[in-house]
């Protein structure tokens, strides 16, 4: 690849991605396409390839698991069926919905409806106790807005008010499919949208969210159970567990504080106009084909997308992620195996070593701190590939082929819910994967300290033995330690080698940390990108992970006697390679913690000065940034 080293000194990103971005044809049926983006294309030819096989019955699924999956995206396969099934399988719902007429009655079903997965006010999840991470705790959560964040209701603008319009146009155009007339729509719709508006000023922004250590709010049962005189919370909560636990986690306080002003009996028309609008909603995808193309209009509207998903793939993509690991230890143990899988696992321990040594020397810990950190690490749990053996939960997961699809949809919804319900006050399984083999992602849970790896990123152009250790550092290199790097970020910094909430850093390291992740948001804070701004404060921990990670790597590579500098930064900047569509990108400002995809490839290399030394970067290129606004934490 021919690389325009004068453009380099202007823009890294567009001097190696540029010529790619100009030639790069977005899918209609998505919002972006790039570099991981490819990679999850090329996955999805691959195991629809195999699964068709077996829908044909050329090849024979080889374990019970793999046969249920199949049946499962048999069926979602099956569009002529459900375009004869019409409505049917969501009227028992709608039924049930418009038998209720008062709370009492919703408190009645709330329960069954939890259970089921359904829309409700209030929403809980199984989770390693925060300050015991081995025992598992009940969580309390808020239900999720319409609008894709808080902010959105508090500024009003133009784009919230396009889509609420777009929201609600789709929304009459499904009630009336299911039988509602447009007046009656439009009442649904209005009240629907009150009731929505009423929970957005108590609920989390995303930046809110993004600071995990604030989910900690331990509640007993009994003052737990005070946030509603409208409902019976800890009635749901034995209903969920079986008992009334001794206590409960509550994720969002403000919202379970004003939970009275949300639910009372003033407010049950605009409750159930929600909830019908909610359901219809949620479930239409899994009707026939004018209900799923309809349904997706939101959502086309957000992303800008400019066609629906097309049939087969969103059947695979349906059943895939129901059986998400059973797909996923398939993929990884024929296209990945034991062999790539140790491999890895030894490159990750070598990072770790790298990132060992790097706290070791580092200058600005004390030895009490550094220590703790160098324990953290050594604690430090390693998953790579995929699972050594998949979670039982997919043994009880059956689908039966004469009902239909929206019905094995919620049954096996019912049976993951009513297992996840079963671990409360269990032992944490740290073992536990929570995205399949065949994601092409990686992640670090901060309650269980540990750091996964599927067998799906681990290819080009992050990792390959055709490329040099070089590009291979500076793509799964710095991948590998950016999860790593997450054990020390803003938030994993909160959590010890258990993975409790619990400080471990001297009061002065605390506050040098905290003053060097201020610089971290303060040089993202505001950047222009697509008519937004980026917010520092929201990307803060994915900003300093991969600083960590782009930094240790850059390390580890310059330890090799074939190291390339060129190639390191170039295959870094290549990782990153995305075109999106701008309603996307705008998206994406607002809610995701990462910083744009360009920004993460051009602002990192900036605070490192082998990048100014490998491209003879100088003061007066757009590149360059002076020494004292480089941000530099692990």
């Known amino acids: 690849m021919a690389i325009n080293e004068k453009l380099i000194k202007d823009d890294l990103y567009e001097a190696v991605n540029g010529d790619w971005i100009k030639q790069a044809t977005i899918p209609d049926d998505k919002p972006a396409t790039g570099g991981f983006n490819d990679l999850v294309d090329d996955i999805d030819k691959l195991l629809m390839g195999d699964f068709d096989q077996m829908l044909s019955n050329k090849v024979a699924p080889q374990t019970d698991m793999i046969k249920e999956f199949v049946k499962l995206y048999q069926l979602a396969n099956d569009f002529d069926r459900r375009k004869q099934e019409k409505i049917e ?69 133009e784009n919230a008010h396009i889509l609420i319009k777009t929201f609600s146009d789709m929304m009459a155009e499904l009630l009336s499919k299911v039988g509602y007339s447009l007046e009656e729509g439009d009442q649904l719709i209005e009240q629907a949208l009150s009731f929505d508006r009423s929970l957005a000023p108590f609920v989390k922004s995303a930046e809110e969210s993004a600071d995990y250590s604030k989910m900690y709010n331990p509640k007993t049962a009994a003052e737990f159970n005070t946030y509603s005189s409208t409902l019976d919370l800890g009635a749901i909560v034995t209903g969920l567990i079986g008992t009334q636990p001794e206590k409960i986690i509550v994720a969002e306080p403000k919202y379970f504080s004003s939970l009275d002003q949300i639910i009372n ?21 899994y009707l026939d084909e004018n209900f799923r193309v309809t349904s997706g209009q939101y959502s086309r509207a957000l992303s800008g997308s400019k066609a629906p ?159 040099s250790s070089s590009e291979n550092y500076g793509g799964i290199g710095s991948v590998i330690a950016h999860e790593i790097s997450h054990a020390f970020d803003n938030n994993g910094a909160l959590f010890d080698e258990y993975g409790n909430l619990n400080n471990w850093w001297t009061a002065e390291d605390s506050a040098h940390f905290r003053s060097l992740a201020q610089k971290m948001v303060t040089e993202f804070d505001g950047i222009e990108y697509v008519g937004q701004k980026v917010n520092g404060k929201l990307t803060v921990s994915e900003n300093i992970a991969d600083g960590g990670g782009l930094s240790c790597a850059l390390e580890a590579a310059k330890s090799e006697g074939d190291a390339d500098m060129t190639a390191f930064f170039i295959n870094w900047t290549t990782i990153w390679r995305m075109k999106a569509t701008r309603q996307y990108m705008q998206l994406l400002l607002s809610i995701d913690v990462h910083a744009p995809a360009k920004l993460r490839a051009n602002v990192q290399v900036q605070n490192l000065p082998e990048f100014y030394e490998t491209f003879g970067i100088k003061p007066g290129d757009a590149m360059y940034v002076a020494p004292d606004k480089r941000v530099n934490i692990w």
């Open 309 to 467: 998903m097309k049939q087969k793939k969103f059947a695979y993509y349906l059943a895939s992620g129901t059986f998400d690991q059973v797909v996923g230890d398939y993929y990884g143990r024929k296209y990945f195996g034991e062999t790539a899988k140790n491999d890895v696992h030894q490159m990750v321990e070598k990072m770790i070593g790298v990132y060992q040594h790097r706290l070791a020397n580092n200058t600005w810990l004390s030895k009490k701190t550094r220590d703790k950190a160098i324990l953290k690490l050594s604690k430090l749990g390693i998953q790579v590939g995929y699972p050594d053996k998949i979670d039982p939960l997919y043994q009880k997961l059956h689908v039966n082929p004469d009902e239909s699809l929206l019905t094995n949809v919620l049954a096996i919804t019912r049976v993951v819910r009513e297992n996840l319900f079963a671990k409360w006050n269990k032992p944490v399984d740290r073992n536990q994967w929570e995205m399949s083999a065949a994601t092409v992602n990686a992640y670090y849970h901060p309650f269980r300290n540990i750091i996964v790896f599927p067998a799906a990123i681990l290819q080009a152009p992050f990792y390959s033995l055709k490329q």
């Open 89 to 157: 399988p969501l009227k028992p719902y709608l039924t049930k919905i418009n038998q209720l007429h008062s709370f009492a009655d919703f408190q009645a079903i709330a329960v069954d409806w939890l259970k089921d997965g359904m829309p409700a006010p209030i929403m809980f999840d199984i989770d390693a106790d925060m300050k015991n991470a081995q025992v598992n705790a009940l969580f309390a959560q808020a239900p999720k807005l319409i609008l894709p964040d808080k902010t959105y209701y508090e500024e009003l603008n």
């Open 265 to 285: 009996d003033s407010k049950f028309d605009e409750f159930k106009s929600w909830l019908i609008v909610q359901t219809v909603y949620g479930m239409s995808r």
